[in-house]
């Protein structure tokens, strides 16, 4: 069936450097790569998003790459600060399913 | 002004018992989720409406019975709560079937 998988489940950065989170996906028919943020008793927050028709998209010190063939993707956060701690989760989806598949999470500690 | 609003946040109930969460979003999206999260983070579609139109049911049982009134509201009626119900229950809503989700805050049921 379908699978996201997520690596590494957990990520030590120290502040300013910075942390790179894999992702890959089973489906090729996938189309849509979103990325998530979740603090601590929080809800997870959309931080940026990817379509197969792209290759790359950043917005300030994020960025996602997307390898088709592969069926690879990743987040990249560059110059970290604390604030950046927190769970990332990537997500796969493909048209007309109404839902999103989601890898394990990524729990990522910036130390200061 | 809350885009995603679930209520309630948290809910500790005995297992027998009923119990209801409802959602309700105000950005004009069609389409509305329920995830849960589980202990070790996983988030799992549990359902999917679209337009008020049930899309997905995702093998959930059958004491899990999902409403849409309208396509602004969806809520979650829970019956014959076990331990294993004990979770966080994510509503979502989004424009489309592959776009951004919305996610409301979150109700934490503690089944005892």
């Known amino acids: 069936g379908e699978n996201v998988e997520q690596h590494p489940s957990t990520l030590s950065v120290q502040e300013g450097d910075s942390a790179v989170i894999k992702c890959t996906y089973s489906?090729?028919?996938?189309?849509?790569f979103p990325w998530y943020k979740q603090e601590l008793g929080k809800r997870p927050q959309l931080i940026i998003d990817?379509?197969?028709?792209?290759g790359e998209k950043k917005d300030q010190r994020i960025a996602v790459t997307l390898n088709k063939t592969a069926k690879h993707f990743s987040l990249h956060i560059t110059e970290t600060q604390p604030e950046d701690s927190a769970v990332y989760f990537c997500?796969?989806?493909?048209?007309?399913?109404?839902?999103?598949?989601f890898g394990t999470g990524t729990r990522l500690k910036v130390l200061a | 002004d809350t885009a995603v609003s679930q209520t309630p946040k948290y809910l500790v109930t005995q297992m027998g018992n009923d119990k209801s969460i409802k959602c309700e979003q105000n950005l004009g999206h069609d389409t509305m989720y329920w995830y849960k999260q589980d202990s070790k983070k996983f988030l799992k579609i549990m359902f999917s409406?679209?337009?008020?139109?049930?899309?997905i049911n995702e093998t959930v049982p059958n004491r899990f019975s999902p409403k849409s009134p309208d396509k602004a509201h969806l809520n979650l009626h829970i019956n014959s709560l076990e331990l294993g119900d004990s979770a966080v229950y994510f509503c979502?809503?989004?424009?489309?079937?592959?776009?951004?989700?919305?996610f409301g805050s979150g109700t934490r049921l503690t089944v005892v």
């Open positions: 409406y679209n337009n008020k139109e049930l899309i």
């Open positions: 489906d090729s028919a996938s189309n849509y």
């Open positions: 997500a796969a989806s493909k048209p007309g399913t109404y839902k999103y598949i």
């Open positions: 979502a809503s989004s424009q489309g079937s592959a776009d951004g989700y919305t």
């Open positions: 990817i379509r197969s028709n792209v």
